[in-house]
């Protein structure tokens, strides 16, 4: 909702006259809502950089969110919700504190008095609104950003890729593995081949809890694509259940190499790489 020339230079008037008081009585009520969560000092200075936005918004003549004089105003309340939604506070206490305002202002015009109290008090409280709806935007965009950000770092950090002797590197996986995965872990096995020139990588899914036709295909995805990179895939962790499963879907591995365990894989590796490995013989009694 927009505010007129007069009812926006009304509203500066009405803000800038006792702003101490004002911003003082706006911290009061938006503290007791936070229950201490942000400290009276950091509370108060917020609350500041919105009155002085507000009192300057209307100096400037009609007060319109989505017109360009009001830019410092929105970048005020952007602010506030990127700062609340970065703190762990909740959409409900990010928008009371603009809210607030509205009692603010009913003291405040009930003192001033005038024929046109009342209607100035409804004008300034749809534009309290308008504010509440922006703040409540911004921070549901910040937050989703942020889940967005804190999802594929937990992507990543549930895909990685190990380099366990030179030539050799080993990726386990654990969970489900969906096509966003399946991507992320081809990118940063492909990634690591480049980096480490690495000849033979190992694809452990002890971790994964079933094998269907969507991951297997993301599974022999990864491997043409590391052969292409001019590695050798051999995939581990094929337990009983697994390999029914495959054989129950017609799933074809090809040449691929796969083995029951990480250590079979290990040795198969060993071999491959020309490094003998000594089985451990039974103990003799002398």
Same mark, same amino acid.
């Given at each position: 909702?927009? $505010? +007129? *020339? &007069?009812?926006?230079?009304? #509203?500066? !008037?009405? @803000? %800038?006259?006792?702003?101490?008081?004002?911003?003082?009585?706006?911290?009061?009520?938006?503290?007791?809502?936070?229950?201490?969560?942000?400290?009276?000092?950091?509370?108060?200075?917020?609350?500041?950089?919105?009155?002085?936005?507000?009192?300057?918004?209307?100096?400037?003549?009609?007060?319109? $969110? +989505? *017109? &360009?004089?009001?830019?410092? #105003?929105? !970048?005020? @309340? %952007?602010?506030?919700?990127?700062?609340?939604?970065?703190?762990?506070?909740?959409?409900?206490?990010?928008?009371?504190?603009?809210?607030?305002?509205?009692?603010?202002?009913?003291?405040?015009?009930?003192?001033?008095?005038?024929?046109?109290?009342?209607?100035?008090?409804?004008?300034?409280?749809? $534009?309290?609104? &308008?504010?509440?709806?922006?703040?409540?935007?911004?921070?549901?965009?910040?937050?989703?950003?942020?889940?967005?950000?804190?999802?594929?770092?937990?992507?990543?950090?549930?895909?990685?890729?190990?380099?366990?002797?030179?030539?050799?590197?080993?990726?386990?996986?654990?969970?489900?593995?969906?096509?966003?995965?399946?991507?992320?872990?081809?990118?940063? $096995?492909?990634?690591?081949?480049?980096?480490?020139?690495?000849?033979?990588?190992?694809?452990?899914?002890?971790?994964?809890?079933?094998?269907?036709?969507?991951?297997?295909?993301?599974?022999?995805?990864?491997?043409?694509?590391?052969?292409?990179?001019?590695?050798?895939?051999?995939?581990?962790?094929?337990?009983?259940?697994?390999?029914?499963?495959?054989?129950?879907?017609?799933?074809?591995?090809?040449?691929?190499?796969?083995?029951?365990?990480?250590?079979?894989?290990?040795?198969?590796?060993?071999?491959?790489?020309?490094?003998?490995?000594?089985?451990?013989?039974?103990?003799?009694?002398?």
């Amino acid at each position: 909702m927009a $505010l +007129s *020339a &007069e009812e926006s230079g009304r #509203l500066a !008037a009405l @803000l %800038s006259g006792q702003a101490e008081r004002v911003t003082q009585r706006w911290t009061e009520i938006v503290a007791s809502s936070l229950r201490g969560r942000l400290s009276q000092a950091e509370l108060h200075r917020q609350v500041q950089d919105l009155h002085h936005a507000i009192v300057a918004a209307g100096q400037q003549g009609a007060i319109d $969110l +989505s *017109a &360009e004089s009001t830019a410092d #105003l929105r !970048a005020a @309340l %952007s602010e506030l919700s990127r700062g609340r939604a970065r703190q762990g506070f909740s959409a409900t206490e990010t928008a009371i504190s603009i809210f607030a305002l509205k009692d603010v202002l009913a003291d405040r015009v009930q003192e001033a008095g005038g024929d046109n109290a009342l209607r100035d008090y409804v004008a300034f409280s749809g $534009l309290v609104d &308008e504010m509440g709806l922006f703040t409540f935007e911004s921070f549901v965009r910040t937050r989703e950003s942020l889940i967005a950000d804190q999802a594929e770092q937990l992507l990543e950090l549930s895909t990685p890729v190990v380099k366990l002797w030179e030539g050799v590197v080993a990726v386990p996986l654990v969970g489900t593995l969906d096509s966003a995965r399946a991507q992320v872990v081809m990118e940063r $096995l492909l990634q690591t081949l480049v980096d480490t020139s690495s000849p033979y990588a190992i694809i452990d899914i002890t971790g994964v809890p079933a094998v269907d036709t969507q991951v297997a295909q993301h599974i022999l995805k990864t491997v043409v694509a590391a052969r292409l990179m001019g590695a050798d895939c051999i995939i581990s962790g094929i337990r009983p259940q697994i390999a029914q499963t495959i054989v129950a879907l017609g799933i074809e591995f090809g040449d691929i190499a796969t083995k029951a365990t990480l250590a079979d894989a290990l040795r198969h590796v060993l071999r491959l790489t020309g490094v003998e490995t000594a089985r451990r013989q039974p103990r003799r009694d002398v």
